[in-house]
């Protein structure tokens, strides 16, 4: 596989820039994932790499070779759409070997043979082959289509939501099992996705895209834990992240330009029912808020409350409904506040 670098690309359409000054290095065998919300871009930058789409501004290299003024087929980059389309007449084994039949692999019929099984096995369709590729659920027909681009050996594979066509459950079974693949093949892969938890369980390293910019560039952990912005603060993580005036919350020590502070779910304990808590320590980031709901999840409950004109959420134990009911007064304590400012840019304390 290869490394990917994106400098300074842009792309405009008409008066609309969908693509603004992106730059980016994708090491050899890194799963990078752009989340943004649709119209963020995301399409336009994949097509870029692949060559579907020239830049304005900017280059595209691909193994260190500036490929800007190449054509798609001249970048050997393998794409999975979209609306992926399998060729309906034929067998799912014909499906996956059709794009090693092209002049430009020199494979014979039992290599071929070979490769399509390998792939077949890693994405788990081996069992049905022989199918016709409209005999398929919705999730085999997805396996398919990735298949079919894993089949070549590119230098890099280009992923546009592959699996926002399926149900909940597929989606989470694929998830996994695309993350295996890209890590046993050693692939250099850059997928795009508006969906958060997507992006967190596969990334080695995750791209925050908003109106055709790159705003933050980490790892999971670090662009959840140290958001540079409100709207990267609130795009990860489910339930989102609590955002409150600083004035709301008793004994804040927020820096002076904190207008917002941030405060995620699990940062927000229960420490006590009734506007008393019971424990004596000083006021620090405490706050009385009334029950309003409790959403039961079986693995959690989420805890709706509402603080004056705001509506908070927290996370209670697996029973607290049967001891709380909504109406009732609570006790908070946050930690870990993340703060911004009136812009929402992030201040640091
Ligand atoms: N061929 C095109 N012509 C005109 N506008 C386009 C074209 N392709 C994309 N756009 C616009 O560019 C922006 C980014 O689109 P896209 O890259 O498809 O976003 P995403 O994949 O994140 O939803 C959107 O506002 C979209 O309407
Ligand atoms: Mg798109």
Do not use: C, W
């Not at 016709?132 to 990735?146: D, F, H, K, N, P």
């Not at 409100?230 to 020590?253: D, E, K, T």
């Not at 420490?271 to 009385?288: E, L």
């Amino acid at each position: 596989m290869a490394n990917v670098t994106l400098r300074g690309v842009s792309k405009r359409f008409k008066n609309l820039v969908a693509v603004d000054d992106v730059s980016i290095d994708i090491a050899d065998g890194e799963f990078v994932v752009l989340l943004g919300p649709t119209g963020a871009g995301k399409t336009t930058t994949l097509r870029l790499v692949a060559g579907l789409e020239k830049p304005e501004a900017g280059s595209v290299l691909i193994d260190g070779k500036d490929v800007t003024g190449f054509a798609p087929s001249q970048r050997d980059v393998s794409f999975v759409f979209q609306q992926y389309s399998l060729y309906p007449h034929l067998s799912v084994r014909d499906n996956l070997a059709f794009p090693l039949k092209s002049p430009a692999h020199s494979l014979n019929a039992s290599q071929i043979k070979a490769r399509v099984e390998h792939v077949a096995e890693l994405v788990q369709i081996a069992h049905k082959l022989d199918n016709r590729s409209t005999a398929l659920s919705g999730g085999e027909m997805q396996r398919v289509a990735i298949g079919r681009a894993l089949v070549r050996d590119p230098a890099v594979f280009l992923m546009d939501e592959p699996l926002s066509s399926l149900d909940a459950k597929l989606r989470g079974d694929l998830r996994v099992e695309l993350k295996r693949i890209q890590k046993e093949l050693g692939a250099t892969l850059l997928y795009v996705t508006h969906d958060q938890i997507e992006a967190m369980t596969m990334a080695d390293r995750i791209g925050i895209l908003d109106e055709g910019r790159l705003v933050q560039l980490g790892t999971p952990r670090e662009i959840y834990e140290d958001p540079v912005n409100v709207h990267v603060a609130a795009r990860l993580g489910q339930p989102a992240i609590n955002l409150l005036p600083v004035s709301v919350m008793g004994g804040v020590s927020a820096p002076q330009s904190a207008s917002t502070m941030g405060i995620r779910t699990e940062h927000l304990d229960v420490i006590g029912q009734g506007t008393r808590a019971s424990d004596n320590d000083d006021a620090a980031m405490k706050v009385a808020a009334t029950l309003e709901r409790v959403e039961f999840l079986g693995d959690q409950n989420r805890l709706h409350l509402r603080m004056g004109d705001h509506r908070i959420v927290t996370l209670g134990d697996g029973d607290i409904e049967y001891r709380i009911q909504p109406g009732s007064e609570m006790t908070l304590r946050a930690r870990n506040a993340l703060y911004f400012d009136q812009n929402g840019e992030r201040v640091r304390g």
